[in-house]
């Protein structure tokens, strides 16, 4: 605050996001997607543990400095611990985030949203490293909402068969419908 004025700093980080590096190279090789991938767990795992859901991981939302990944925009982040009334007053039936990365239960606008929407958007983002698109596309929002409720994703290696088979195997298991299905850390 100065003289009644609020404000707030934010450190300049030099690099570029994710989006523009997909743009720019397509597929990313697998051990880049691997550690790129790590990098972003990490801080979400952090803000899961303190109760914060992100809601709208996509590549736009990761910043590439040097060799590590960042976590950027929170802002329709929602703290899980929420009372009943502000969930009423945040969004109560209405889908945030970007359609194209969002879970099942988040592109369904359901109540009660946790950290597994976070877990399905990182294989989301995970599929789109390796196969450089993401495993639902369409011409409206609708129909890639509509995809991400009732499809099942393509396998990734049918898409990139050198992936490694574990690897897959994981990315798959984030895409889940159900979050119980999903990792749940």
Avoid: W
């Avoid at 009334?85 to 945040?90: F, G, K, P, S, Y």
């Avoid at 599929?127 to 393509?154: D, K, N, W």
């Avoid at 690897?167 to 159900?178: N, P």
């Amino acid at each position: 605050e100065s003289g009644g004025f609020l404000y707030y700093v934010m450190p300049y980080v030099e690099g570029e996001t994710l989006a523009d590096r997909l743009a720019r190279t397509g597929e990313l090789p697998v051990p880049e997607a691997v550690r790129l991938l790590g990098g972003m767990a990490d801080p979400l795992a952090v803000a899961h543990k303190a109760g914060v859901v992100h809601r709208d991981i996509k590549p736009e939302n990761i910043l590439l400095s040097g060799r590590h990944a960042m976590v950027m925009d929170f802002g329709i982040a929602k703290a899980v611990t929420e009372s009943a009334d502000r969930e009423r007053l945040t969004t109560a039936g209405v889908a945030l985030g970007t359609p194209a990365y969002m879970a099942p239960e988040q592109a369904a606008a359901e109540p009660g949203l946790d950290h597994r929407v976070d877990i399905y958007a990182v294989g989301v983002l995970g599929y789109e490293l390796l196969t450089g698109q993401p495993p639902f596309t369409g011409s409206t929002a609708q129909q890639i909402l509509a995809a991400h409720v009732t499809r099942a994703p393509e396998p990734i290696a049918l898409r990139r068969p050198t992936i490694p088979p574990a690897l897959a195997a994981v990315i798959m298991q984030c895409l889940e419908k159900r979050p119980a299905d999903r990792y749940q850390t």
